[in-house]
């Protein structure tokens, strides 16, 4: 069955600094990937998705994340932290046969010191 | 713009009470789904539907049961609420057809069973 890890439940950067999210699934099959974010006290809103075109994608916010097969990864990045970008950062996968259901990662909890 | 909306931000209820969360979607969308989000362990779907009257059991349905009556519609019920049902609930509903379409969240109900 498919899983997906999240190096790290926080991460914490300086404002400015580079951000990067791991993401690592399990399946040799190449799946279709998501970055969600959550900010506080709000639900999930999609980042960016990966569904088999380039795999390099663009999202919202200046976040991106590259798709490597070899591997199994999908990490997101932000060349330059803001304050707003604090909030907790979903990756997620799903495939072609999964019934439209998404494997989550457990979060990863991103922290922008001043 | 989708707008998921639910009935309640905040809950609280004794154990043993009949809860209901309540979950409208105003973009016509064929699926919709219920999960469960506690801290380190991301999100856990319970049910989904793809359709009228239809559901299948996620992970973790243990508990609960979904009614959905109309499309827009899909409710959560916990039929004799307990402690460990104190959590978050998020809602979210997404196209039917194409595996990659994003999955949109409503903001949550953050319920607490004393």
């Known amino acids: 069955a498919q899983s997906v890890t999240q190096l790290g439940s926080h991460v914490s950067v300086s404002e400015g600094a580079l951000v990067l999210l791991r993401c690592n699934y399990s399946?040799?099959?190449?799946?279709?990937l998501f970055w969600y974010v959550q900010y506080p006290n709000q639900g999930l809103q999609l980042l960016l998705k990966y569904t088999s075109a380039a795999t390099l994608v663009k999202g919202i916010n200046g976040f991106e994340a590259e798709f490597k097969k070899s591997e199994t990864s999908f990490h997101l990045t932000n060349p330059s932290a803001h304050m707003s970008d604090a909030a907790e950062y979903f990756c997620a996968v799903t495939e072609a046969d999964s019934n439209y259901q998404l494997i989550w990662g457990a979060g990863t909890k991103l922290i922008i010191k001043p | 713009d989708v707008k998921v909306t639910q009935s309640s931000r905040y809950l609280v209820k004794r154990t043993g009470e009949k809860v209901f969360l309540e979950c409208v979607q105003d973009?016509?969308?064929?699926?919709m789904f219920w999960y469960r989000q506690d801290p380190g362990l991301g999100l856990r779907l319970i049910y989904f539907?793809?359709?009228?009257?239809?559901?299948e059991k996620g992970d973790i349905p243990e508990g609960y049961s979904v009614s959905r009556e109309k499309k827009e519609r899909f409710s959560l019920i916990l039929e004799s609420a307990s402690t460990n049902q104190t959590s978050m609930y998020l809602c979210?509903?997404?196209?039917?057809?194409?595996?990659?379409?994003?999955?949109?969240f409503g903001p949550g109900t953050r319920l607490t069973v004393t």
């Open positions: 979210a509903s997404s196209r039917m057809g194409w595996v990659s379409y994003e999955q949109y």
């Open positions: 539907s793809y359709d009228v009257k239809m559901k």
């Open positions: 973009m016509d969308h064929e699926n």
């Open positions: 399946s040799s099959v190449p799946p279709y």
